[in-house]
């Protein structure tokens, strides 16, 4: 037997075992990607050092995975060897080294199934000792045996026919595994779930939209909470020593027409700090209160272990979908700092709450409202990064304004009640960027411009790296200290997806989605 | 009741509930708040494809618009709007017919003319019609059916004032001094492609050039200004027949 291939058995037997700890300890094996985010913190950091910008020019493609669906927004794992990738209604094991698929797993769709307000996507999976965890369009939680795609069990999160699905990867801590739901065109009332990863028993749900006699019930009127919205579409992270899940809130419904919905509607463009074993509200902070733009603050909260105002401190960063920049207490949710990080026309600035101060008129009217940015945000749900080794946040910026539009909203259990539109400033009057802010001020150190607003989320490494990908295609590498462009290639689709890097045989690689492929590159 | 009464009675009784007519007003609002969070509020496009188009993807003919906007596309990201009665459906499908196609104009020159002109003026040798021509301009074959008649006539005196969307005229300067000037076939982050008034493509990195201009306000295509007035009145109406029929 040849050594690679010994070594490929040797992997692949004790493969697919991602206890708690192993996820906790993530920084001290950077050949995995054992979460959405490669950290419970959200950083989207690689340890990883081989790749630098002296050799990064060199990256090959070394295997393509097809997938049957466009536009795939898959953030894969890395386990041992053994690469899992979802799509809608999929999930698969496939040999990191070579592509093969090792087993595949699919649920039909239902045929009346719609997703009303976004695309049919799925964005990873989450690990757990030896189960792997998948969310379904038609709103239920699959546990799959990480080693044959066997199911374990399936819960039932919600009904597909009120505009619900599901599009998150969750989210897999000690003993549970934590999902968010999308449906914010819908009307829908948003929630975060937390289920017993073994059984598949609802152990908790935090209602985003708080009902009558919660705290927040007062910023809705009469029974506009019961189609508030709030969706929870992207992964949360988590703080073990605060027992803390944090999770961004999506929009309040109907999105554009605000006068229905009188009040700051919480806790909808917020995020949520909740104990994880009873999933208790600890702490909220509203970015956008009475929200008119579809703001969702549906990202991944990043936290940071730094230095502010002369003391160490636990923070929580977010560039926002509204145009901001924000720094927070992760303990209290105290606002410490918010600053633009992308060009915005509707607020003179924060105040020491963190509060918007509001233009006055930039509401959407009936004949419409130009604003900065447009609905799809200074950013959007892909993700941002943060190196400690340089302090810096990464951020995927859009720079594309947008004419708002107020219409009656009309709810009907399941359509569309998004309550106007929008007419973004397409073509050369829109554009894009990668900005690297210091994490503890929101101060631009760099830019690198893209030729159109990006649906690509970014990934720094230890090695001095930050990959990213355009709209158009470019799949690439900058220097992190300078935001120089190091190294690009073009993908033929659209990169709607996330980076991720791990070892293969012992050498550093970097993952990425674009439209119907995704690729694996190394020297 | 007398007898014509009843007659007429029975009549409505039999006739089908969806007999109104369309109604685009209406089909405007509903299309306003339902589908321009995807299609943009003018139905040029934003995350869903630009329906501002003649000729629709997915709809060869009225059922199938219908059927699209009552059940949505399989497979697809567009979900059906079951929500809305028939009749409602027929009003968001005339909406969206109006919003692709301008209505033709009765126009003072006249077409047979126009054609003439078209081909002693050499249009031909920049644009296509119907395949005949040459493709460095934008293709007219159905230009009639997307742009109006006023837009038709500064287009042919002030080409620069009418771009069409995405066209766009550039000047790159490669590091070696090279001028090459054109249309913009396609761009990206780190390349552009242009093609050239000889019809030749040029593939170029963009941190190997030394200059990229973007000429907002250029257009290659001359102004038909010096036109005797019958002549470009001939030319308008020849454009405005070419709505893509054979």
């Known amino acids: ?54 050799n ?41 080294r070579t592509g093969r698929n090792l087993w595949t797993w699919e649920r039909p769709l239902p045929a009346d199934l719609q997703t009303i307000g976004f695309d049919r996507t799925n964005r990873g999976a989450a690990i757990l000792d030896g189960t792997l965890y998948v969310g379904t369009l038609d709103d239920h939680l699959i546990a799959l045996d990480a080693k044959s795609g066997a199911q374990r069990w399936d819960a039932q999160v919600a009904d597909y026919r009120l505009g619900h699905c599901i599009t998150v990867a969750p989210l897999a801590i000690r003993g549970k595994v934590l999902i968010g ?49 709030g969706s929870t579409w992207v992964t949360g992270s988590y703080d073990p020593e605060l027992n803390l ?78 145009g901001f920049y924000y720094l927070l207490d992760r303990t209290s949710g105290k606002f410490l700092l918010g600053t633009p990080y992308a060009k915005q026309t509707w607020a003179e600035g924060l105040d020491e709450r963190g509060r918007p101060r509001v233009i006055p008129n930039t509401e959407p009217s009936e ?70 802010l210091e994490a503890t001020t929101g101060k631009r150190v760099w830019e690198f411009l893209l030729h159109r607003p990006t649906w690509a989320g970014v990934m720094a490494t230890a090695g001095g790296l930050v990959f990213g990908g355009s709209d158009e295609g470019n ?46 590159f190394g020297l | 009741m007398p007898l014509l009464s009843v007659l007429a009675a029975l009549a409505l009784a039999q006739a089908p509930v969806n007999e109104a007519p369309p109604d685009p007003a209406q089909g405007q609002r509903l299309f306003e708040s339902q589908c321009a969070l995807c299609h943009g509020q003018d139905g040029r496009g934003g995350r869903g494809p630009s329906l501002a188009r003649p000729r629709l993807k997915h709809v060869p003919d009225e059922a199938a618009l219908r059927s699209v906007i009552r059940n949505g596309i399989e497979g697809g ?22 919003l692709g196609t301008v209505r033709a104009e009765a126009l003072p020159g006249d077409p047979g003319r126009g054609a003439k002109v078209y081909q002693a003026r050499g249009c031909g040798s920049c644009h296509i019609l119907r395949g005949e021509g040459t493709g460095f301009g934008p293709d007219l074959t159905e230009v009639g059916a997307r742009r109006s008649a006023a837009y038709l006539r500064q287009s042919l005196v002030n080409p620069a004032a009418a771009f069409p969307e995405d066209f766009l005229y550039v000047e790159a300067v490669t590091s070696d001094g090279r001028k ?35 000429l907002f306000h250029e257009s290659p295509m001359p102004g038909y200004q010096a036109l005797a007035s019958g002549e470009l009145d001939d030319l308008v109406a020849y454009l405005a027949s070419l709505r893509g029929e054979p």
């Open chain 1, 367 to 436: 004949k419409g409202t130009l604003v900065w940015p447009s609905l799809q945000g200074g950013t959007n749900w892909f993700s941002p990064s943060y190196s400690p080794e340089t302090g810096l946040f990464y951020v995927a910026v859009r720079e594309m304004g947008a004419v708002y539009y107020k219409r009656e909203a009309n709810y009907k259990p399941g359509t569309f009640f998004p309550g106007g539109g929008e007419t973004a400033l397409s073509g050369d009057r829109a554009r894009g960027a990668v900005r690297a």
């Open chain 1, 245 to 322: 899940v944090f999770w961004g809130v999506g929009n309040p419904g109907p999105d554009m027409n605000g006068d229905v919905r009188p009040g700051d509607n919480l806790y909808t463009c917020s995020f949520v700090a909740l104990d994880a074993d009873t999933g208790k509200l600890r702490w909220h902070f509203q970015f956008t209160p009475h929200d008119t733009h579809d703001w969702d603050s549906t990202h991944v909260p990043v936290l940071i272990d730094a230095t502010f105002a002369g003391r160490p401190r636990k923070l929580i960063a977010n560039a926002n979908r509204n």
């Open chain 1, 1 to 54: 037997m040849r050594p690679a291939l010994l070594l490929l058995c040797a992997c692949l037997a004790a493969s697919a075992q991602a206890p708690y700890e192993r996820i906790l300890n993530s920084a001290s094996q950077p050949e995995n990607w054992l979460t959405y985010s490669g950290n419970y913190q959200g950083h989207r950091f690689s340890r990883l050092r081989q790749l630098t910008p002296e």
């Open chain 1, 181 to 229: 739901i999308s449906g914010g065109e819908a009307g829908i009332r948003g929630f975060v779930d937390a289920y017993e990863a073994r059984t598949g028993r609802r152990l908790w749900r935090f209602w985003t939209i708080p009902g009558p006699g919660q705290p927040g019930h007062e910023t809705w009127r009469g029974d506009d909470w019961k189609t508030g919205g």
């Open chain 1, 475 to 520: 799949f690439f590498a900058l220097d992190a200290r300078t935001g120089k462009p190091l190294w690009d290639f073009q993908t033929g689709g659209p990169i709607t997806a996330n980076p991720v890097s791990f070892l293969v045989d012992g050498k550093q690689c970097v993952a990425i989605a674009a439209d119907r492929v995704l690729l694996v």
């Open chain 2, 77 to 98: 990201e567009m979900p059906g709007a079951w929500q809305l009665s028939p009749h409602e459906v027929a009003s968001v499908a005339a909406y969206v017919r109006s």
């Open chain 2, 180 to 214: 090459i000037r054109g249309i913009r076939v396609n761009e990206d982050s780190f390349t552009i492609q242009i093609k050239d008034s000889n019809r030749m493509f040029h593939s170029l990195r963009k941190d190997q050039l030394r200059e990229l201009h973007k």
């Open chain 1, 56 to 96: 990064v020019s060199r990256l090959q493609v070394k295997w393509v995975y097809q997938f049957r669906n466009p536009r795939t927004e898959v953030s894969p794992l890395v386990v041992d060897g053994v690469m899992y990738l979802t799509a809608p209604q999929f999930a698969a094991a496939v040999d990191a």
